[in-house]
């Protein structure tokens, strides 16, 4: 089983920078594709990214195309979501989340994931 630990998470203004990291421990990275999702209070948790295993396939959800970048280094066993220009609508709890090789893969699908980190906050202030 693979323990997901995120990190990287703070307060920014609006227009800021900001990278979360994920580490898997436990497991070989690359047994898994993994998203990036987010829950802002009083909101249901939502889509932000995708990576396929060997990182050649990224998915974005519409409201940070442009903005975030995921990427994933499996020697390291590290997936990270860049987020340039940030908003206050970022602002929520990120999480990442584990999809084992089982079965069709859709990115943007919760309940596809096996596994899930216990998050990071990003605020984002105006």
């Known amino acids: 089983q693979v323990v997901l630990v995120e990190s990287g998470g703070g307060l920014v203004q609006a227009g800021d920078s900001l990278r979360v990291t994920c580490e898997a421990r436990?497991?070989?990275?690359?047994?898994?594709?993994m998203g990036w999702f987010r829950q802002a209070p009083g909101k249901e948790r939502e889509f932000v990214a995708g990576?396929?295993?060997?990182?050649?396939?990224?998915y974005y959800e519409d409201s940070v195309k442009g903005r975030f970048t995921i990427s994933r280094d499996n020697a390291k066993n590290t997936v990270y979501l860049q987020m340039n220009s940030l908003k206050p609508e970022d602002t929520a709890v990120y999480y990442c989340?584990?999809?084992?090789?089982?079965?069709?893969?859709?990115?943007?699908?919760?309940?596809?994931?096996?596994?899930w980190g216990q998050g990071t906050q990003v605020t984002v202030s105006s």
């Open positions: 989340a584990a999809h084992k090789d089982t079965g069709t893969w859709y990115p943007d699908v919760a309940l596809g994931y096996h596994y």
């Open positions: 436990g497991r070989t990275l690359s047994m898994y594709a």
């Open positions: 990576v396929s295993w060997s990182g050649r396939s990224t």
